[in-house]
């Protein structure tokens, strides 16, 4: 069990690494080596913008629970203004990149694995090999990129969503005023607690596309192995987002940043 589970750590290791300098090489090679913008585009439409919606929805949803769940105590202490404080602090840096990460598992994660997969049960991969065209970097890379790309960017949208969520609930419910929510979101929100959630979101965006693709090129047992493929993909991504996230709050915490 330990064995196999570490030849596929380093299965999956072999694949990032070749994605990676897939990547490197498109950026910085030459003609010959870039990755085909129209299938670029297609995927990040395909993996971010059809998820703007629902992360927009769970988001909102979540600043205004966050407001509400903080009122209470703060109220206690006559200071319930804080509560824009709490909200944004926590969505930057933490609620934004992790949530928007967990809701694109489930629909653009998912549908990574399920479409390879279903390509190598019907022999496709072996097809692309047998022209000599590599299946990492015409179909892990883009994948990858896309996934990277378009959740730097619903982390963005959605980290002022869920903002406008809570301030929503704190001018309907609480009689905070807007100028106010605002000044204390402003007040309480330096440039690193952008950056940590952007460089949250980037590395989540790297985990989830990586674990899809890899998930599905290992696909076996026809349309059952498929399915069980995307449920692994979906348990094994939010598993993976979580320990990367602590990991990264302590470092962060370590750091003072």
């Not at 190598?120 to 692309?128: H, K, T």
């Amino acid at each position: 069990m330990f064995r196999q589970a570490i030849e596929v750590l380093g299965d999956f290791g072999l694949m990032l690494y070749r994605a990676l300098a897939a990547i490197h090489e498109s950026l910085v090679g030459g003609r010959g080596s870039r990755i085909g913008r129209a299938n670029l585009w297609w995927q990040m439409n395909r993996v971010g913008i059809s998820s703007i919606p629902i992360v927009c929805l769970v988001l909102f949803c979540i600043g205004a629970i966050l407001e509400l769940q903080m009122a209470k105590p703060l109220a206690n202490f006559g200071v319930v203004p804080l509560t824009a404080d709490i909200v944004s602090l926590a969505t930057f840096r933490e609620l934004g990149p992790l949530v928007s990460a967990v809701v694109l598992t489930g629909f653009g994660g998912a549908a990574i694995a399920a479409e390879l997969g279903t390509m190598v049960v019907g022999e496709e991969i072996e097809a692309l090999e047998a022209q000599a065209i590599d299946p990492i970097r015409f179909l892990v890379v883009p994948r990858v990129l896309a996934t990277i790309i378009m959740l730097v960017c619903l982390t963005v949208l959605g980290d002022l969503v869920a903002v406008f969520g809570g301030m929503t609930v704190g001018f309907f419910w609480l009689g905070i005023g807007v100028r106010q929510y605002l000044a204390h979101s402003r007040e309480m929100l330096h440039v690193q607690d952008f950056v940590t959630g952007l460089i949250k979101a980037g590395v989540f965006g790297l985990l989830i596309s990586s674990i899809a693709c890899f998930m599905g090129l290992r696909v076996k047992g026809g349309a059952e192995g498929v399915g069980l493929a995307t449920s692994r993909t979906v348990v094994y991504t939010i598993v993976a987002l979580i320990l990367v996230d602590l990991l990264f709050t302590a470092a962060f915490f370590y750091l003072g940043f």
